[in-house]
């Protein structure tokens, strides 16, 4: 079985910055691709974030410049670094894994969601 907790949510106003981490445990033979998710009320769930097993990052348009993901392999945890925040950027952050257990089963983990909200 493989968790995810989340933590790093809260309020902060226009233009602050806010760091989101997500540590994976359990039985957990390798972390493939890590990412964050929001959403924000009435609307989907969309992609933030994600950073593959070989460092390589991908980011929803709107973020690029002042999101900046990043992981620690020791820990299993994914960080999101988020400056110049806008009140656009409202919304339940979730955390997503996809690993292979210690017994080489692929499984795609979701945390509980953190809220992060923007407002003066």
């Known amino acids: 079985q493989v968790r995810l907790v989340e933590s790093g949510g809260g309020l902060v106003q226009p233009g602050g910055s806010l760091r989101l981490s997500c540590e994976a445990s359990g039985n957990i033979f390798s972390t493939n691709i890590m990412g964050w998710y929001r959403q924000a009320p009435g609307k989907q769930r969309d992609l933030v974030a994600l950073i593959t097993q070989a460092n390589s990052t991908k980011y929803e348009d709107s973020v690029k410049g002042r999101f900046t993901i990043s992981k620690n392999n020791a820990k299993n945890t994914v960080y999101l670094q988020m400056g110049n925040l806008k009140p656009e950027d409202t919304a339940v952050y979730y955390c997503?894994?996809?690993?292979?257990?210690?017994?080489?089963?692929?499984?795609?983990?979701w945390g509980q969601g953190t809220q992060v909200t923007v407002a003066s």
């Open positions: 997503n894994v996809a690993a292979l257990t210690t017994s080489l089963v692929p499984v795609n983990v």
